[in-house]
């Protein structure tokens, strides 16, 4: 088993940054790829960015990609979000995720790529 805790969430105002954290405990010595998402409210999960562990490939969604960067400490086993120009439409759930299986990149941007989540943290941009 993995465990996933986040960490960084908060209120910011548009334009502000936040840096998510995402620390992975238990099983971890198997990881492929790990990734963030997010819900906002009424809205289906979607991906924002993802980076395979072994060589550090990232893969952005086309709404954050310029603003946010995705990196990782394969020492800590853990898994950053820098957001940057927040906007208010950036306000979600922001949930991580863990994908202990090869899979190919085709399944980094969707949720059946990943095998553990963690319970999400709240970011809300203000207008």
């Known amino acids: 088993q993995v465990q996933l805790v986040e960490s960084g969430g908060g209120l910011v105002q548009a334009g502000g940054s936040l840096r998510l954290s995402c620390a992975a405990s238990g099983r971890t010595f198997s990881i492929y790829v790990m990734g963030w998402f997010r819900q906002a409210p009424g809205k289906e999960r979607e991906f924002v960015a993802a980076?395979?562990?072994?060589?550090?490939?990232?893969y952005y969604a086309d709404s954050v990609k310029g603003r946010f960067t995705i990196s990782r400490d394969n020492a800590k086993n853990t898994v950053y979000l820098q957001m940057n120009s927040l906007k208010p439409e950036d306000t979600a759930v922001y949930y991580c995720a863990l994908g202990d299986k090869y899979r190919g990149s085709y399944y980094y941007r969707r949720a059946t790529g990943y095998d553990y989540w963690g319970q999400g943290t709240q970011v809300t941009v203000s207008s």
């Open positions: 980076i395979t562990w072994s060589l550090g490939s990232t």
